[in-house]
């Protein structure tokens, strides 16, 4: 059974940055697709960002392109999510996500089949 487990979550002033971890265990990471997305208050969960598979194609939301850089260590079996030039629009819990399945909606809750407990990030002004 795979299990996915963040850290790196905090409170940041706007400007700052975080890097947001996410460790794999029962599975081989560049086996998976690697997501992340956040869900703030009141709304629904957003895709962030991909890593697909072996290649590490890289895929990203318009909305933090430019700003967060989606990565895998293999040897740590562990993504990460580094997060520059934090808004406060960017506060919400976020999630790892994993999937094995291939040639699917990637930007899609649906499309994932493992998730993390989330880990808090807050980015105030």
């Known amino acids: 059974q795979v299990q996915l487990v963040e850290s790196g979550g905090g409170l940041v002033q706007a400007g700052g940055s975080l890097r947001l971890s996410c460790e794999v265990s029962g599975g081989t990471v560049s086996r998976y697709t690697m997501g992340w997305f956040r869900q703030a208050p009141g709304k629904d969960r957003e895709f962030v960002s991909a890593?697909?598979?072996?290649?590490?194609?890289?895929m990203y939301h318009d909305s933090v392109k430019g700003r967060f850089t989606i990565s895998r260590d293999d040897a740590k079996n562990t993504v990460y999510l580094q997060m520059n030039s934090l808004k406060p629009e960017d506060t919400a819990v976020y999630y790892c996500?994993?999937?094995?399945?291939?040639?699917?909606?990637?930007?899609?809750?649906?499309?994932?089949?493992?998730w993390g407990q989330g880990t808090q990030v807050t980015v105030f002004s």
């Open positions: 996500t994993a999937t094995a399945r291939s040639a699917i909606q990637l930007t899609y809750r649906s499309a994932y089949d493992y």
């Open positions: 890593i697909i598979g072996s290649g590490g194609y890289t």
